[in-house]
Structures are given as structure tokens and as C-alpha cells.
């Protein structure tokens, strides 16, 4: 039974690994990356308010006091 013969076995499993190392290189060297995308400058638009600024200033929730 030559499987059980160990004699041979990092004869075999040495050229594997230099194999599949190799083999992984070049996959790696061959891989083209995409660039990220560039960022677009935001514009932003002026939207019509159907509420007054000063209403909304002394009516907020989060700037009257808070209630014990």
C-alpha cells in the first residue's frame, strides 16, 4: 500500500505548496482593484417653510425647559 509509505510525503506535499503558493500570486497580481468613487459636492436647495422661523424658535419641544 504506497500511501502508507511516509517517505514520500514531503516530497510531494513540498512541491504542492510552492504550486498553490505561486498559483495565488499570480491571481493576486492579475486582480484589478476598482478606485473608490469620488465624493459629489452636495447642493442644496431652499425649500418653502409653510411655518414661521419665530414660531417654531419659541414653540420647540427641545428648547422650552423640562417639566418636573
Known sequence: MPQ????VWP???????????LITQLKML???????????PMKM????KPWEPKWTKICSLHSLP???
Open 4 to 7: 502508507l509509505n511516509t517517505t
Open 45 to 48: 436647495k431652499n425649500y418653502n
Open 11 to 21: 516530497t510531494m506535499i513540498t512541491p504542492m505548496l510552492l504550486t498553490l503558493f
Open 30 to 40: 492579475n486582480t484589478n482593484y476598482h478606485l473608490p468613487p469620488s465624493p459629489k
Open 66 to 68: 423640562p417639566q418636573s
